[in-house]
């Protein structure tokens, strides 16, 4: 009976922040960095929205954001609320699916100014999302953070707000299938065509071939310590491929390359014509 | 602006009329590739369009920046709101410093097939607004199988004479010496990153020696990817011949023609025989009042020019993919033996 009384110091998680996790597009990087670029002369970071959607299991997948210009002087902050409101709704017009997730900010870790715009930002969307990035590197490796806030009360009192730091998802598969080697460099002079792209896989994947038989052979003949999880990797592998008889794979392959050497002599044929056609077509006409 | 040396005043620069070079590179950010990926596949099979934001620095095209265009849709309202949103958003972006000078547009394509009357209007249109400007194109469809269908485009610039004074009969096409592969120019692409991102992509790149692009691209089934292809290919090629056909009725009527006159002709000259023995003064050897005299309109060659464009272009794919075919499937081959 008694602790329902006392006043207790307790954290209001907001709802569903529990075991939250989010997932960062690699477009949301290269929008913050080019932004951080592009900063005015006093402003000593940047700060921005996150726009993306909640997934069916709770992660949120942060997919776009965009900078909002802020003013900041002695602890205090001052964003521009007509200029998010009005990015926001052309945003909403491309793509009405991608609403607020949270803000970000550069620099290192939480400020104090933090609190202010994490507040206006809770107001537009239930347990916003903190995204910091370094752009000073400071911190070693880490340089991309996300957190959410946590209240901390006592009683009906609200003390502070505590932020905490949450999973962050940094695979990047759309930048992979873009390829790093080209978002990685400053410069690339040239886009890799069909085959250029076709003969660096295969060279990754001879590699790959290479150090395994060098494993393979090291462990059979003692070298190194045999790995169950790799053996086992390996065997399901090799039992992924189909077994056929050599009759029947020389027919499937053989039967697969003539039907593409059809296709190029098609192709080939149709621009001949092509050719021809055009010098009848100047032709002909000298009536 | 080849280079404006600095010592020369802002009017002096802008009162000298510069014979632009040639544009010869277009140098794009890897954030706009991002986002024209973004956008494009988000939407895809449905097709998108957008604006490309950058700089025109000598005969590199810089594209710095872009953003997206909503689904348009037919209707004056939505068209002018359209236009709003376009200026809002350039004001917007340029409240963050982002180069707000529109340097041409992006759209998506479905397996290539962008060469048509719309594209050409389009870039007419910017080209009165921009000196320079470029189209970019992605197709979505391409890239499940690792490669970066990404293509600058540029109308050249006897087409576009030649579009504007809507010249497309036989005889100023042979004056010009043009033909179908002269619409279009294609201009390398080369992208830039900033020293930033380039240091936080390195950082989180994955270890693994293979990405989802070497996966896609050692994909063994193009098979749907080529029957399409085949399939649009045949299409074109009916519509070619459509347009052959066409060709071949105008001329069968300008023959015919030619024979009514020289029939018209023939009788007029013996008529004016039978009046000189008459001592009557000849009638004119011309009557333009004669519908037969009135020429008939050759049919714009410009459909049969683009139509031919996409032709090639649908060869060049299939030749593509059963080349990188060709090797998955030596490459199975090589790995079975082993």
Same mark, same amino acid.
């Given at each position: ?194 085959l250029?792209?076709m003969e660096?896989s295969m ?85 | ?8 005043? !802002? ?28 956008? %494009? ?50 004001? %917007? ?41 470029? %189209? ?22 006897? !087409? ?10 036989? /005889? ?17 692409? &080369? ?15 994955? /270890? ?6 070497? !996966?896609?691209r ?62 009557? /003064? ?11 005299? &009135? ?28 080349g990188q075919s060709f090797s998955r499937l030596y490459l ?7």
């Amino acid at each position: 009976m008694l602790t329902t009384e006392r006043t207790v110091l307790q954290f209001t998680p907001t709802p569903s922040s529990t075991s939250l996790s989010a997932k960062v597009h690699p477009l949301v990087i290269f929008n913050i960095c080019d932004c951080y670029v592009r900063r005015s002369d006093q402003a000593e970071r940047v700060i921005g929205t996150l726009l993306g959607s909640i997934l069916p299991d709770g992660t949120v997948d942060i997919c776009n954001s965009y900078a909002v210009p802020h003013n900041e002087s002695s602890g205090q902050v001052a964003l521009d609320i007509d200029y998010h409101h009005n990015m926001l709704l052309s945003h909403q017009k491309v793509n009405p699916k991608e609403v607020i997730v949270g803000w970000y900010s550069t620099g290192l870790g939480v400020t104090g100014g933090s609190a202010l715009i994490h507040d206006f930002y809770s107001r537009e969307v239930p347990s916003p999302i903190h995204l910091t990035v370094d752009t000073g590197f400071r911190n070693g490796d880490t340089a991309i953070k996300a957190y959410v806030s946590v209240n901390l009360s006592l009683g009906e009192n609200q003390l502070a707000a505590q932020f905490q730091e949450i999973p962050l998802d940094l695979r990047m598969v759309e930048a992979e299938r873009v390829g790093f080697d080209i978002l990685k460099t400053t410069t690339v002079d040239k886009l890799p065509n069909d085959l250029e792209g076709m003969e660096t896989s295969m060279q990754r994947l001879l590699v790959l071939i290479d150090d395994i038989y060098k494993y393979v052979d090291d462990v059979v003949e003692g070298r190194a310590l045999p790995d169950n999880d790799i053996g086992r990797y390996l065997a399901e592998a090799v039992s992924s491929l189909p077994i056929l008889s050599p009759q029947v794979f020389d027919k499937l392959v053989n039967d697969n390359l003539q039907d593409n050497l059809l296709l190029l002599y098609l192709s080939s044929i149709t621009r001949t014509q092509l050719s021809l056609a055009e010098k009848l077509n100047t032709a002909a006409q000298i009536l | 602006m080849a280079n404006p040396a600095p010592t020369r005043s !802002f009017l002096q620069v802008a009162s000298t009329e510069e014979v632009a070079p040639p544009l010869r590179v277009v140098q794009i950010e890897g954030l706009v590739v991002l986002k024209i990926i973004k956008h %494009c596949k988000e939407f895809s099979p449905a097709l998108v369009t957008g604006q490309l934001l950058g700089l025109d620095v000598g005969s590199i095209l810089e594209v710095t920046n872009c953003f997206p265009f909503p689904i348009r849709e037919e209707d004056e309202e939505i068209e002018a709101d359209g236009a709003n949103y376009q200026l809002e958003m350039m004001r %917007c972006l340029r409240e963050v410093n982002v180069d707000n000078n529109t340097v041409g547009w992006y759209q998506s394509t479905l397996l290539g097939c962008f060469q048509t009357v719309e594209l050409i209007e389009t870039f007419m249109n910017y080209q009165e607004n921009i000196r320079r400007c470029v %189209c970019i194109i992605y197709d979505p469809s391409r890239s499940n199988q690792g490669v970066l269908a990404l293509k600058a485009l540029k109308l050249s610039d006897s !087409f576009m004479e030649l579009y504007r004074n809507n010249n497309f009969v036989g /005889e100023k096409l042979r004056e010009k010496n043009f033909s179908w592969m002269d619409i279009f120019e294609e201009i390398p692409i &080369k992208v830039s990153n900033s020293a930033l991102i380039s240091a936080f992509m390195t950082g989180l790149e994955a /270890e693994t020696p293979v990405s989802q692009c070497d !996966f896609d691209r050692l994909q063994l089934s193009a098979n749907p990817f080529l029957e399409r292809n085949v399939e649009f290919l045949i299409e074109c090629m009916d519509d070619l011949a459509l347009e052959q056909q066409k060709f071949q009725f105008h001329y069968r009527n300008l023959s015919r023609q030619q024979a009514q006159q020289q029939a018209w002709l023939q009788k007029r000259r013996s008529d004016n025989m039978a009046r000189k023995t008459a001592g009557e /003064e000849p009638l004119p050897e011309e009557d333009p009042s004669n519908p037969i005299f &009135k020429p008939i309109p050759e049919p714009s060659r410009l459909d049969s020019f683009l139509i031919t464009n996409q032709i090639a272009n649908y060869c060049n794919q299939i030749n593509g993919v059963a080349g990188q075919s060709f090797s998955r499937l030596y490459l199975m081959k090589a790995l079975h033996e082993k």
